[in-house]
């Protein structure tokens, strides 16, 4: 069985528990729940299949029955927290967590690198800038910027944009762009983009008064739609923004950065039929 430091979802850590045991040699469901202090025989059955969960006053017995101890212990606390939590920030801190022990104990689980590149419009502008202005010392490209950022802040960002991969440095304040697009797990990447996404709707609205019409777009559609709409508008626009995309690849001697939201979302619940007498 693999180490608990490779799941990044409890329930499947849980039902790879169970089969390794029941491969072993005589176990049941009943038995691992009574282990676990439940009284329902299938409780963590439901569980591994998503009609349940895991409550935190559990986990430690759980835990126990699970054979885990120290830092597995702490990192199994953390996984269940993480696929309980509602809240980004909640999953972010146990995400963060988990990295830490799997670090620690020499295996990478989740990459950080993911929220400190989403965690503010710096770091994708930057990547774009930077080798845009070659020789370009840090007040230099933090002066092109519209929103402000100190020298030592875009000083401290291309240090971690080579580091983590996203650009090369190629000389002395010469940099170029890496075919690397995103790191990161697909758990934390979710969780990293929806801060990035919740920033640049706040710089959008802002650019609405900031900008005059000639150097800014903006255009709304308000309509009624049924879930196969929904589908071909969001195909619609996922193929749109990858040939936008391949057009700004289309010029190699760029100027200027730019952003580009687009954003689909409802006003109204779903409205049900309803019997009118």
Known sequence: MKSILEYKDYRLYIQDYYDERKRLGAFSWREFC??????????????????????????????KALGLVGFEKDYFHEMVTFCNAKKDSIKKAALLEMQKIAVEHSMRVVDSEAFQYYESWKYPVLRELAPMMPGANPRDLAEECKEHVSAEEVRDILNFLVKAG????????????????????????????????????NMAARAVERYSPDERYFSGLTLGVNEEASRRIVDELEACGKKILSIANEYKASNQVCRINFQFFPFTDKIKEKLHV
């Open 34 to 63: 009574k282990s676990a202090g439940f009284t329902s025989p299938n409780f963590l059955k439901l569980v591994c299949q998503g009609e349940s969960r895991l409550g935190k006053p559990k986990i430690e017995n759980v835990a």
């Open 166 to 201: 996203f650009l090369k440095k190629d000389g002395d304040k010469v940099y170029s762009q890496t075919e690397q697009n995103v790191i990161g797990s697909k758990e934390a990447l979710p969780i990293a983009i929806r801060t990035m996404h919740k920033e640049m709707a």
